[in-house]
């Protein structure tokens, strides 16, 4: 958007909201990434609880049912005993994938940067 821009590009549902809307909490991308760089696109709940540090159980349900609500994973019950339920990319899911890797990829490429942001109170680091 630049300087003198239409108004209707900067409504409260124009695209650049929406995209960011998506990803207001940091688990959404990080379990599209997760899914995608370390599982090929699919993966089990307890797989996905194994390869995110630091998320709950119950924080990885909210978001695998928010994420599905909105089409980017599809969630498929397998006829096994115990019941188990794998989670996969949809199109769309892998659609968004490409950015989000730029981001991720952009993040580990300029580390330093943001380690001279400095800290904030919420941020974990080990």
Same mark, same amino acid.
């Given at each position: 958007?630049? !300087?003198? $821009?239409?108004?209707?590009?900067?409504?409260?549902?124009?695209? !650049? @909201?929406? +995209?960011?809307? #998506?990803?207001? $909490?940091?688990? $959404?991308?990080?379990?599209?990434?997760?899914?995608?760089? @370390?599982?090929?696109?699919?993966?089990?709940?307890? +797989? #996905?609880?194994?390869?995110?540090?630091?998320?709950?159980?119950?924080? #990885?349900?909210? $978001?695998? @049912?928010?994420?599905?609500?909105?089409?980017?994973?599809?969630?498929?019950?397998?006829? +096994?005993? !115990? !019941?188990?339920?794998?989670?996969?990319?949809?199109?769309?899911?892998?659609?968004?994938?490409?950015? +989000?890797?730029?981001?991720?990829?952009?993040? @580990?490429?300029?580390?330093?940067?943001?380690?001279?942001?400095?800290?904030?109170?919420?941020?974990?680091?080990?």
């Amino acid at each position: 958007m630049h !300087p003198g $821009t239409d108004e209707a590009e900067w409504r409260e549902d124009c695209a !650049p @909201r929406r +995209v960011l809307s #998506l990803f207001a $909490t940091k688990w $959404t991308s990080m379990v599209l990434h997760t899914l995608h760089a @370390r599982h090929g696109g699919q993966a089990r709940t307890g +797989v #996905l609880l194994r390869s995110l540090p630091g998320i709950s159980k119950k924080m #990885l349900t909210q $978001t695998l @049912r928010d994420m599905e609500t909105i089409g980017l994973i599809e969630r498929q019950v397998l006829a +096994v005993m !115990p !019941p188990a339920v794998d989670y996969r990319l949809t199109p769309l899911g892998y659609r968004f994938v490409e950015p +989000v890797t730029m981001l991720y990829d952009w993040g @580990r490429a300029n580390a330093d940067a943001l380690d001279a942001l400095g800290s904030r109170a919420s941020a974990r680091r080990g």
